[in-house]
């Protein structure tokens, strides 16, 4: 069983705010990815993470931006929030065997 | 860039019924294929792993086949019950280790 997790869970705010949405791994996977997806669309890769201080943008465009400081955890930051950015942003971890394990996901909502 | 498209988009069996869902993607340079499930409002769950070399994959009920050369997967689910409704996602995994995924097929198994 694959141990990711992220909080929170669901966040409602409001225009110009900054949030930063938290994701954690107790597995010890190097490789750690965010994705976003919108209802009954594809995941898109926003961005990915191959360790420590390192840190890629992914194929779509997103004004948000990841750290990694630490092996175990991935937190992603939105300085300004806008309606566009609703969506379901999703975390995920690589194993040694390239299989990708997901945590629960996070639904924000920007009014 | 990669091209992944799942088709039907959406299907209803009956329960016990076989269940076939296609996935095809225009690069076949690929490293691995993935199958993924989501249930509502959730993460991924990774059903199955195919690497480049195999031809297929099992695992209890399921069942995946890959060729490569046309650009296709194929997922099977045998006897298909109530607990099998969810969407069924398949993931090429380039050769530089990204994921490109599908839409998705959402299954309803009816009882």
């Known amino acids: 069983e694959a141990d990711i997790y992220q909080t929170p869970r669901y966040l409602v705010i409001g225009t110009g705010k900054k949030i930063t949405l938290e994701c954690s791994q107790t597995?010890?996977?190097?490789?750690m990815y965010w994705y976003q997806q919108d209802p009954g669309m594809e995941l898109h890769l926003i961005h990915y993470?191959?360790?420590?201080?390192?840190?890629e943008k992914g194929d779509l465009s997103s004004e948000s931006t990841v750290s990694r400081i630490r092996t175990e955890h991935f937190p992603l930051t939105l300085e300004s929030a806008r309606p566009s950015h609703t969506s379901q942003y999703l975390c995920?971890?690589?194993?040694?065997?390239?299989?990708?394990?997901f945590g629960p996901g996070t639904r924000l909502t920007v009014t | 860039k990669q091209e992944v498209t799942q088709i039907p988009a959406a299907l209803s069996v009956p329960e016990g019924e076989n269940l076939v869902l296609n996935c095809s993607f225009t690069?076949?340079?690929?490293?691995?294929l993935q199958w993924f499930r989501q249930d509502p409002g959730k993460g991924l769950t990774s059903l199955l792993l195919?690497?480049?070399?195999?031809r297929e994959q099992t695992s209890g009920r399921l069942n995946a086949s890959l060729d490569k050369s046309s650009g296709r997967s194929t997922l099977y689910i045998a006897a298909s019950q109530p607990g099998d409704s969810a969407t069924y996602l398949c993931?090429?995994?380039?050769?530089?280790?990204?994921?490109?995924f599908g839409a998705g097929t959402t299954v309803t198994v009816r009882a």
């Open positions: 690069d076949s340079a690929i490293y691995n």
């Open positions: 597995m010890g996977h190097d490789k």
């Open positions: 995920a971890s690589e194993g040694l065997g390239y299989e990708q394990y």
């Open positions: 993931a090429a995994c380039s050769n530089d280790y990204k994921l490109s």
């Open positions: 195919i690497q480049s070399s195999q």
């Open positions: 993470s191959y360790g420590v201080n390192s840190t």
